[in-house]
């Protein structure tokens, strides 16, 4: 039975199915929150969100790590929450200075990591990338539902806004962090 399953995961490679649910998943997401059911799209980020982290786990448990996977996973992650954060400037949520400095880094990080690929070096994501993704994936779901349930406290305690600035920071310290580590980038030649 076991066999039976793993040949089935492999031969229809689950994990890259996954990402591209999760792509599909972002058009009907940003509709979904864009015509005020929070709720609802909350319910389909996490549910997003929770396909990257099966789709890691079963790449590695049945050895289905593919270059497409390894291109359009972090690519799917970063559709998701920017998509989410674009939204939330257009609601009035968050504000449009925080969402440039977020997008701003993924797209030097994107940059460096491309440059580094055409030169056959693969750049690793640090634990503090993970963090910064973890802290973006909390304060998502916090700012759709409005700070619920914390709202309801006697003394409101604005955990949105904690992780919002949280993820900020982490979105600052580990592009910061990336750069630091990888400047040889930035001096690479082209060979062509």
């Known amino acids: 039975m076991m066999e039976q399953e793993t040949k089935t995961i492999k031969n229809k490679n689950l994990p890259n199915q996954l990402t591209i649910a999760r792509i599909c998943a972002i058009p009907v997401f940003i509709i979904v929150l864009m015509m005020g059911h929070g709720v609802a799209a909350t319910i389909i980020f996490i549910a997003a969100a929770l396909t ?3 789709d890691g786990k079963i790449a590695r448990k049945y050895n ?3 270059n497409f996977g390894k291109l359009m996973d972090p690519l799917a992650d970063k559709l998701l929450t920017m998509s989410a954060f674009v939204c939330f400037v257009e609601l009035g949520d968050v504000p449009a200075w925080m969402v440039i400095v977020i997008l701003g880094r993924e797209f030097i990080i994107t940059g460096m990591r491309q440059v580094a690929a055409a ?3 693969v ?5 503090s990338g993970k963090i910064k993704t973890v802290c ?7 700012i759709m539902l409005h700070n619920w349930p914390f709202y309801l406290l006697p003394t ?3 955990v949105d806004q904690i ?3 949280a993820a900020l920071v982490m979105t600052i310290w580990s592009g910061a962090e990336y750069i630091i580590k990888n400047r040889e ?3 690479m030649k082209n060979k062509g």
């Open 136 to 142: 973006q994936m909390v304060a998502i779901p916090l």
């Open 119 to 121: 030169e056959g070096i």
């Open 64 to 66: 289905l790590v593919t």
């Open 123 to 127: 750049i690793a994501a640090g634990w």
């Open 52 to 54: 990257d982290m099966l």
């Open 156 to 158: 409101e305690i604005p």
């Open 185 to 187: 980038v930035f001096s």
């Open 163 to 165: 992780a919002l600035w």
